[in-house]
Structure formats: structure tokens, C-alpha cells
């Protein structure tokens, strides 16, 4: 890596936003060069005197409790989900409706499939359908992504270890390329607050992301749920709860399931 | 100011359902940010809490907009668009006061940075707390000096440690234009500060 190169990565490397091929380059590039070590000093500092010297202002507690009030008398009231479908809607929504667009590759829009009655049902739903969305609007975003994998590797000695070093996860990884299935990479992407380890996989045209699900955060429902010609089934890899997102047909999905279902 | 202002969107139904206790509870869980952000947008203290209230109740009643990705950027980008609407609203009432200077705290910045760290500080050293309360003053001058749009996403990347891809959602701009503020940002703020920033603080890369 030469300079030129390593300063515009500077910045990357200090806010994490390198992955770990790119870091180390960068930190081999690091052990020579003064100038940039230099530059990187300078950005730390300049962050430890905002966060020691900026102190972040926390919201007043009565604004706290004033809205912690009214969100309780909304759910008393059983505030309607959806208030102005159909009718003209109102400017804010306009924006808020564009923002979330911004986040679905394409601004595709998601149906949800149950129309649930109480309250519980409904909270309950609302998970699974937010999981289910943010694991769609996963998968699209990586297919828009110049590379859907920050992690490139056929070789699953490396993703394994790459998970672990991120995020302390290390999930089972297998190469199933004899089968079909070929591995190509990975990548840690984010549903709701949660990160999760994706596992990307390539058969024929289609590209499969295996998002590895936390006990917490398991699909509920066994069912599969199709959208836009995009599939979510839900997966055990070994013993370990998994979704497979895909745009590959029925078949296909089950038998790829059952492989991972089957890994040890 | 007009650069602040992100794209109208298309008028575009998403037919997609989040409970409005649920965003309820996400809201909450993200006051803090949010607040932070309204705080270094507005300039004060009451209008912050407003545009945040104002947030929350748009939030609840929009949950159905939500679509996957980042739940807090989503939350924050809302609120920042009840902010920008309040900039507007005040820039109407007053047209006649620059905005971006001198709005803000009528008692000056040393003594409401003051008051600020005052009735949370575990320190018992009044020398130290006049210290800290003028270093405060002054990297608050700093940011305040700043353009809003290098502002808000500098408060977002080193304050509340946004991702890149969470900043532009917020800020609803690509992700290389949130780098770009970045870089300017943390420059125009290096030459405010001079090398003092650098040799306050002990680092040890």
C-alpha cells in the first residue's frame, strides 16, 4: 500500500469501517511511515477531546417521562397501525416513508403476511415480520454491494476464524461445493440492533446469504416466507438456529437446507 | 442552511407493520442520541426537547414506514428531520437574526457549560472544574463554528459512534458524502482547536 492510498484509508481504519484484509495492509503500512502514524495520533486525539470535552447531552428526564406517559396512553388507546392508509398522507409521513425506503435496495416494499388481532399476536408478529425484513433488506443490500462477503474465502478455516476475531461468534462453516453449493465468503451485517454472522453461499446464478440467528432471536414460524421472488426458510445449521435467504426455487432451498441441517 | 435539507421523498406506501409500542421502546432506548443530536442542531435546550417530542409522537404514529436496517438511524433520522422543520419555522419567525451563529444560549457559553457539568461532576476541585468548564466552553464554540452538515455528522461518528452506512441513512445522503463531511469536519475542527487538541490529551498509539 502506498501513502497516497493509506491516507484515504486513514480515516476508514480509524472509524472501522476497513475490513480485516484492508486493516492489516493498512497496519503493515502503519509500521513504516511516520507521516501517517502521525495523522492517526491526530485523529484520536481530536475524538478523545470531543468525547472528554463534548459531553453528550442527555435527554432531561422530564422530557423522558412526558414521553414514556404518552407512549403508555397510546397503547391503552390501542393506537391504530395503520392511520392513514389510503388517504392522502400527511407531509412528515412523506419523509418518513422515504427515509425507509432508502434502506430496501431498489425501495422495494415488503408485504406482511399475517394480519394479526391482539395485542400479543400483534408484538409477536411485528418481530418476526422486523426480522424478516431486516433479513430481506440484508440480502438486497449485499446484492447491490460491490461485493456481498467482506470476507472472501472458499476456504472455511478462514471465515470461521474472521467471524470469531469480529464478533466473538465463530459459526460452523462448510464448504458445499462438491454438492453444488459453493462458499464464497462472509460478511457481519446488522437486523435491527443485533450483528449477525451471514454466510454466503453461491449456487448457479443464485446467491445465498445464511444469516445465523441468536437463541434470542430465532424465526418462530418453520414456514418459509416468500417476497418479490425472494425466499426466507428458516434452518438449522447443525444445531444452531439459521435463516437462508435466496432467490432460488423450492427445491433448491430444501435440499441446501438439509445439507446445513446435516453439518457438523 | 439549504444544503441541511434532505431530499423530499416520493410519496411511496410501504405496507409494512411495526407496532407503535415497539418503536415506542426503540425511541426511548435511543432518547440520549437523539436528544444529543436535536441539542447540536437547535442550539438549546427547549427547542431540543420539542423536536424530539414532536419526533416521538411522528415516530409511534409512522412505525409502519419502518423497513429493515438500522432501527436507531431510522429513529435519528426522524428526529432530524423535526429539527430541520423547526430551523425552518424559526427562520420564518426571525428573520431578521442570523441562525447559525447566535440564537443559542443567551448566557454565553462558558457559564451554560458551566451549569452543564456542574451538577454532574464527582470532581471537588474548583480549579479543575473552571478548567474543564472553559475547555468545554471552547470545543463547544468550535463545533457551533462548524457548518451544520459537518456538525451533525461529526456529533453522529464520534459521539455516538454511527457507522458510515448509519450516518447516511440519517443523514439521507451516499456514504461517500458522509466521508467526505468527515474529513472536512475533523479538519476545519483540527485548525480551530490548533495543536492543543493533540497536546491536551496522553494517547498512547
Redesign the interface.
Same mark, same amino acid.
Not at chain 1, 12 to 30: Q, V
Not at chain 1, 31 to 55: S, Y
Not at chain 1, 191 to 200: E, I, K, Q, S, Y
Given at each position: 500500500m502506498d501513502c497516497k492510498i493509506a491516507r484515504d484509508a486513514l480515516?476508514?481504519y480509524f472509524?472501522?469501517?476497513l475490513d480485516r484484509t484492508a486493516s492489516r495492509e493498512f497496519e503493515a503500512h502503519l509500521d513504516g511511515c511516520a507521516i501517517c502514524?502521525v495523522a492517526?495520533?491526530?485523529?484520536?486525539?481530536?475524538?478523545?477531546?470531543?468525547?472528554?470535552?463534548?459531553?453528550?447531552?442527555?435527554?432531561?428526564q422530564?422530557? /423522558?417521562k412526558?414521553?414514556?406517559k404518552?407512549?403508555a396512553t397510546?397503547?391503552r388507546e390501542g393506537?391504530p397501525?395503520?392511520?392513514r392508509?389510503g388517504g392522502s398522507?400527511p407531509?412528515?409521513?412523506?419523509?418518513?416513508?422515504?427515509?425507509?425506503?432508502?434502506?430496501?435496495a431498489g425501495?422495494m416494499?415488503?408485504?406482511?403476511w399475517n394480519s394479526p388481532r391482539h395485542a400479543s399476536e400483534?408484538?409477536q408478529?411485528?418481530?418476526h415480520?422486523?426480522l424478516a /425484513?431486516?433479513l430481506?433488506?440484508?440480502h438486497w443490500r449485499a446484492l447491490a454491494a460491490a461485493s456481498p462477503v467482506d470476507v472472501i474465502s472458499t476456504d472455511r478455516h478462514t471465515v470461521k476464524p474472521w467471524f470469531e476475531g469480529k464478533i466473538g461468534i465463530a459459526p460452523t462453516v462448510h464448504d458445499f461445493a462438491e454438492q453444488g453449493f459453493d462458499l464464497v465468503g462472509g460478511r457481519i451485517d446488522?437486523a435491527?440492533?443485533l450483528r449477525l454472522p451471514v454466510l454466503v453461499y453461491r449456487h448457479g446464478q443464485h446467491l445465498i446469504d445464511v444469516f445465523v440467528l441468536p437463541d434470542t432471536a430465532a424465526m418462530a414460524s418453520a414456514a418459509t416466507i416468500a417476497e418479490s421472488g425472494y425466499r426466507i426458510d428458516p434452518v438449522k445449521i447443525g444445531t444452531q438456529n439459521a435463516a437462508i435467504v435466496s432467490d432460488m426455487d423450492a427445491g433448491e432451498m430444501a435440499r441446501f437446507a438439509q445439507l446445513l441441517a446435516a453439518a457438523r | 442552511m439549504s444544503r441541511l435539507r434532505?431530499?423530499?421523498?416520493?410519496?411511496?406506501?410501504?405496507?409494512?407493520?411495526?407496532?407503535?409500542?415497539?418503536v415506542?421502546?426503540l425511541?426511548?432506548h435511543h432518547?440520549?442520541a437523539?436528544?444529543?443530536l436535536g441539542?447540536?442542531l437547535l442550539g438549546n435546550?427547549h427547542d431540543?426537547?420539542d423536536a424530539?417530542?414532536d419526533a416521538?409522537?411522528?415516530?409511534?404514529?409512522?412505525?409502519?414506514?419502518?423497513?429493515?436496517?438500522?432501527?436507531?438511524a431510522?429513529w435519528l433520522?426522524?428526529v432530524r428531520?423535526c429539527c430541520l422543520a423547526r430551523l425552518q419555522s424559526r427562520k420564518r419567525e426571525m428573520r431578521h437574526v442570523s441562525l447559525d451563529g447566535t440564537t443559542g444560549d443567551d448566557d454565553g457559553p462558558a457559564r451554560s457549560a458551566l451549569e452543564?457539568?456542574l451538577p454532574h461532576s464527582e470532581a471537588d476541585d474548583v480549579e479543575e472544574l473552571l478548567d474543564?468548564a472553559q475547555?468545554?466552553a471552547?470545543?463547544?464554540r468550535a463545533?457551533d463554528a462548524l457548518p451544520p452538515e459537518f456538525r451533525e455528522a461529526?456529533i453522529l461518528?464520534?459521539?455516538?459512534a454511527f457507522?458510515?452506512r448509519e450516518i447516511a441513512?440519517v443523514l439521507?445522503i451516499p456514504i461517500g458524502t458522509v466521508?467526505s463531511r468527515?474529513?472536512r469536519a475533523?479538519a476545519l475542527?483540527?485548525k480551530t482547536?490548533g495543536g492543543n487538541?493533540?497536546s491536551?490529551?496522553t494517547?498512547g498509539?
Amino acid at each position: 500500500m502506498d501513502c497516497k492510498i493509506a491516507r484515504d484509508a486513514l480515516p476508514l481504519y480509524f472509524d472501522g469501517e476497513l475490513d480485516r484484509t484492508a486493516s492489516r495492509e493498512f497496519e503493515a503500512h502503519l509500521d513504516g511511515c511516520a507521516i501517517c502514524r502521525v495523522a492517526l495520533i491526530e485523529l484520536d486525539a481530536l475524538r478523545t477531546t470531543l468525547r472528554q470535552d463534548a459531553p453528550r447531552h442527555t435527554a432531561p428526564q422530564l422530557l /423522558r417521562k412526558r414521553l414514556e406517559k404518552f407512549a403508555a396512553t397510546q397503547a391503552r388507546e390501542g393506537a391504530p397501525i395503520h392511520p392513514r392508509r389510503g388517504g392522502s398522507a400527511p407531509r412528515w409521513l412523506a419523509h418518513a416513508a422515504s427515509i425507509a425506503l432508502a434502506f430496501g435496495a431498489g425501495g422495494m416494499a415488503v408485504t406482511l403476511w399475517n394480519s394479526p388481532r391482539h395485542a400479543s399476536e400483534l408484538a409477536q408478529t411485528s418481530m418476526h415480520s422486523q426480522l424478516a /425484513r431486516d433479513l430481506f433488506a440484508s440480502h438486497w443490500r449485499a446484492l447491490a454491494a460491490a461485493s456481498p462477503v467482506d470476507v472472501i474465502s472458499t476456504d472455511r478455516h478462514t471465515v470461521k476464524p474472521w467471524f470469531e476475531g469480529k464478533i466473538g461468534i465463530a459459526p460452523t462453516v462448510h464448504d458445499f461445493a462438491e454438492q453444488g453449493f459453493d462458499l464464497v465468503g462472509g460478511r457481519i451485517d446488522y437486523a435491527g440492533d443485533l450483528r449477525l454472522p451471514v454466510l454466503v453461499y453461491r449456487h448457479g446464478q443464485h446467491l445465498i446469504d445464511v444469516f445465523v440467528l441468536p437463541d434470542t432471536a430465532a424465526m418462530a414460524s418453520a414456514a418459509t416466507i416468500a417476497e418479490s421472488g425472494y425466499r426466507i426458510d428458516p434452518v438449522k445449521i447443525g444445531t444452531q438456529n439459521a435463516a437462508i435467504v435466496s432467490d432460488m426455487d423450492a427445491g433448491e432451498m430444501a435440499r441446501f437446507a438439509q445439507l446445513l441441517a446435516a453439518a457438523r | 442552511m439549504s444544503r441541511l435539507r434532505g431530499p423530499i421523498g416520493r410519496c411511496r406506501r410501504v405496507t409494512t407493520a411495526t407496532s407503535p409500542t415497539l418503536v415506542g421502546e426503540l425511541a426511548l432506548h435511543h432518547l440520549d442520541a437523539a436528544y444529543n443530536l436535536g441539542r447540536w442542531l437547535l442550539g438549546n435546550e427547549h427547542d431540543a426537547a420539542d423536536a424530539v417530542h414532536d419526533a416521538f409522537v411522528r415516530a409511534t404514529r409512522a412505525a409502519d414506514t419502518y423497513a429493515g436496517g438500522s432501527a436507531r438511524a431510522w429513529w435519528l433520522a426522524i428526529v432530524r428531520n423535526c429539527c430541520l422543520a423547526r430551523l425552518q419555522s424559526r427562520k420564518r419567525e426571525m428573520r431578521h437574526v442570523s441562525l447559525d451563529g447566535t440564537t443559542g444560549d443567551d448566557d454565553g457559553p462558558a457559564r451554560s457549560a458551566l451549569e452543564r457539568l456542574l451538577p454532574h461532576s464527582e470532581a471537588d476541585d474548583v480549579e479543575e472544574l473552571l478548567d474543564q468548564a472553559q475547555r468545554r466552553a471552547r470545543i463547544a464554540r468550535a463545533l457551533d463554528a462548524l457548518p451544520p452538515e459537518f456538525r451533525e455528522a461529526l456529533i453522529l461518528r464520534e459521539i455516538e459512534a454511527f457507522s458510515y452506512r448509519e450516518i447516511a441513512d440519517v443523514l439521507q445522503i451516499p456514504i461517500g458524502t458522509v466521508m467526505s463531511r468527515l474529513a472536512r469536519a475533523r479538519a476545519l475542527l483540527h485548525k480551530t482547536l490548533g495543536g492543543n487538541a493533540a497536546s491536551e490529551v496522553t494517547h498512547g498509539l
